[in-house]
């Protein structure tokens, strides 16, 4: 009889790298067919349907997510403990053998999952938290989880997680949409992909751009923002398209706003290079690894895991953080030396294929089960 495993996931859209992860895990253990395959959502969504076309049942148990606001932690409270008995309740008449939690942010489900009797995996995606909270984490996830895994060798170290934690590299974007058959000459597009809050960095973008058109005179490099407003944080969204305007740059960067997933593929494949460049440890690095598949040079501060995405000054480059200078002066060497550019997006795609593949991250993620089901 196969074992039936629940994917939990704390959200239903389809436009950040958690939940895009979460579908690609549920449609390769379908696509494998070894286990029967379930999750469980807080609200119906983009992410509901794509699991449902994928083979996977899905069952909406309302939820809402912990957030630092009074207001908003009051209606996590408010909604916790009914949904955390009706997951309870799912666990226990379905038979669920294993719950796969999505990222960190689910962690307060954890302990429903072991009462009701599943073992239970929490993936970790995000680095977050002072060592305070990471503390705090670790304990809760080590003594809740059966298994841990991370997304990175740095994120495993970030949480300072044992020898319980494994890492599994992401299987990496879709390979029929990010995908480039040939390099060739292109516009100078520069392009950062990032949703509109400060730790994203897209105030560290619009100083690059400034400097590489300083640095680069007699070409007029095109720049593009592939983001939008996020709930909370539209200050900074407004304080960035201002700045926009006072740096005189509005006339040669376009700032797309929120699109779907399938769109970036096109915008990416019309780029010469992705800045990303974040104010964040970043846990390893979605945008990054789509550049690499679609044909884009990657410039990227030495944050978090960025550095496991490909090899410093072979596949891409990595700038230490707060070097606006030193990362426009890797762009325009990039833009002014075609076959300098070819080898490394070359030599990314290799990498790439090497290291983040669906074969092996479902096949990681099996050996995990298969530990904890004996």
């Given at each position: 009889m196969k074992k039936?495993?629940?994917?939990?996931?704390?959200?239903?859209?389809?436009?950040?790298?958690?939940?895009?992860?979460?579908?690609?895990?549920?449609?390769?253990?379908?696509?494998?067919?070894?286990?029967?395959?379930?999750?469980?959502?807080?609200?119906?969504?983009?992410?509901?349907s794509r699991l449902r076309g994928a083979?996977?049942?899905?069952?909406?148990?309302?939820?809402?997510?912990?957030?630092?606001?009074?207001?908003?932690?009051?209606?996590?409270?408010?909604t916790y403990f009914t949904a955390g008995f009706r997951f309870y309740r799912f666990i226990k008449k379905r038979g669920i053998d294993i719950v796969h939690f999505s990222d960190i942010?689910?962690?307060?489900?954890?302990?429903?999952a072991k009462l009701a009797g599943a073992r239970v995996v929490g993936h970790v995606r995000v680095c977050t938290g002072g060592a305070i909270i990471r503390r705090i984490f670790r304990c809760w996830a080590q003594f809740f989880c059966s298994r841990i895994i991370t997304v990175s060798k740095f994120t495993k170290c970030y949480y300072g997680f044992g020898k319980r934690a494994a890492v599994i590299y992401n299987p990496g974007p879709d390979r029929e949409n990010f995908n480039f058959n040939a390099t060739a000459p292109i516009p100078p597009n520069i392009l950062t992909v990032a949703s509109f809050r400060?730790?994203?960095?897209?105030?560290?973008?619009?100083?690059?751009?400034?400097?590489?058109?300083?640095?680069?005179?007699?070409?007029?490099?095109?720049?593009t923002i592939i983001g939008g407003k996020?709930?909370?944080?539209?200050?900074?969204?407004?304080?960035?398209?201002?700045?926009?305007?006072?740096m005189g740059l509005d006339g040669c960067l376009t700032v797309t706003d929120n699109i779907p997933h399938e769109q970036v593929a096109a915008i990416m494949f019309d780029a010469a290079i992705l800045l990303h460049v974040p104010d964040w440890e970043e846990a390893?690095?979605?945008?990054?690894?789509?550049?690499?598949?679609?044909?884009?040079?990657?410039?990227?501060?030495?944050?978090?895991?960025?550095?496991?995405?490909?090899?410093?000054?072979v596949s891409g480059f990595l700038v230490k953080r707060g070097k606006i200078d030193e990362v426009a002066d890797r762009a325009v060497s990039l833009l002014s030396d075609f076959e300098l550019r070819e080898k490394i997006v070359t030599e990314a795609r290799k990498e790439l294929d090497a290291k983040f593949s669906m074969a092996l991250y479902i096949g990681g993620v099996e050996k995990i089960y298969d530990s904890i089901c004996r």
């Open positions: 039936k495993i629940c994917i939990f996931c704390s959200l239903s859209s389809f436009n950040t790298g958690m939940p895009i992860s979460t579908y690609k895990l549920a449609a390769g253990l379908v696509r494998e067919g070894r286990f029967d395959v379930c999750a469980v959502l807080p609200e119906e969504g983009d992410l509901g083979g996977a049942g899905v069952t909406v148990i309302p939820f809402n997510r912990v957030r630092a606001k009074p207001a908003l932690l009051l209606l996590f409270v408010l942010i689910d962690a307060p489900f954890y302990p429903w400060y730790e994203k960095g897209h105030h560290n973008f619009l100083k690059i751009a400034s400097s590489i058109i300083k640095k680069y005179p007699s070409k007029q490099p095109r720049f996020v709930p909370g944080h539209e200050k900074y969204y407004n304080e960035i398209m201002g700045d926009i305007k006072r390893l690095g979605g945008v990054v690894l789509e550049a690499m598949a679609s044909g884009a040079a990657v410039v990227a501060y030495d944050c978090g895991g960025v550095g496991e995405c490909f090899t410093n000054g």
